[in-house]
């Protein structure tokens, strides 16, 4: 039987999952059951790390020329017989987590120069498989990442530059760090509607009311980049981050 037949069968005899009451027959897809198409040997520890050095990579804005990288929980214990600290430099590298140059990763990197240091850390309240990433790029832009890998590939980003965040980088993803002041919510939210842009979720935080606050949106289309630009350059505004899932098919190096 080929795949293609394979899926084809699985996808017939799904049946709509029920929750509380509320039915979720579109939830479930094959991604869920067969996992994702990766360099292994694990989900959780390969192809999620991958992931979550390729988002580190493209909010960054290129490949970074150094990069501090610390392991937590199940990452520290067992990451390095899984080919966790291969799998972040990959991502770090641009490669996708079907790249079979992920375990030459290490050696691809020092050939480029990039300075790597790895350690092991702990983070309280934070998921088993969680890596904190502090990168920087030749000009001195800087960045610093924690993300947890939930398995089957997918990932969680749940710091950046020190502010609680939750996304998944799955869709395009506009983050605004911006002094709390009014007008700024309304600022965003109106060049996305005269952009044609969707907004699918909006989170907003802050770290004491008329201090620090970060916008953190994903988008159903992606952003025009003079419209990010636009963004950075309004009054209050301290630090636009732009994520671009439409580079899925980069493959870094």
């Known amino acids: 039987m080929s795949a293609a037949t394979e899926a084809a069968g699985l996808q017939r005899y799904l049946k709509p999952r029920t929750f509380a009451g509320k039915q979720r027959g579109t939830d479930m ?27 580190t990579r493209r909010l960054l804005g290129k490949a970074p020329a150094k990069a501090d990288i610390a392991l937590a929980g199940s990452f520290a214990a067992t990451g390095r017989g899984h080919g966790t600290d291969r799998a972040l430099v990959a991502g770090l590298l641009g490669m996708q987590p079907d790249d079979t140059r992920i375990p030459d990763s290490l050696q691809l990197a020092r050939e480029q120069g990039m300075e790597i240091q790895f350690r092991k850390i702990q983070l309280k309240d934070a998921h088993p498989n969680t890596a904190l990433l502090h990168v920087e ?23 950046l530059d020190g502010i609680d965040v939750n996304f998944t980088g799955e869709s395009p993803t506009l983050i605004v760090h911006n002094l709390d002041q009014p007008g700024h919510v309304a600022e965003v939210t109106s060049m996305l509607s005269h952009k044609s842009v969707n907004i699918a979720t909006m989170q907003l935080y802050r770290n ?28 209050g505004v301290i630090k636009v981050t732009y994520l671009n899932t439409v580079q899925e098919d980069e493959h870094g190096v």
């Open 137 to 159: 790029t030749e000009d001195g832009r800087e960045l610093e990442l924690q993300a947890s890998s939930l398995g089957g590939g997918r990932i969680m980003v749940n710091k």
């Open 29 to 55: 897809n094959l991604y869920d059951i067969l996992g994702p198409v990766m360099v292994g040997p694990s989900s959780s520890h390969t192809a999620g790390a991958v992931r979550i050095g390729l988002i």
């Open 208 to 235: 004491k009311r008329g201090g620090y606050a970060v916008m953190v949106l994903e988008t159903d289309q992606p952003i025009p980049e003079d419209s990010v630009a636009w963004l950075a350059h309004l009054e």
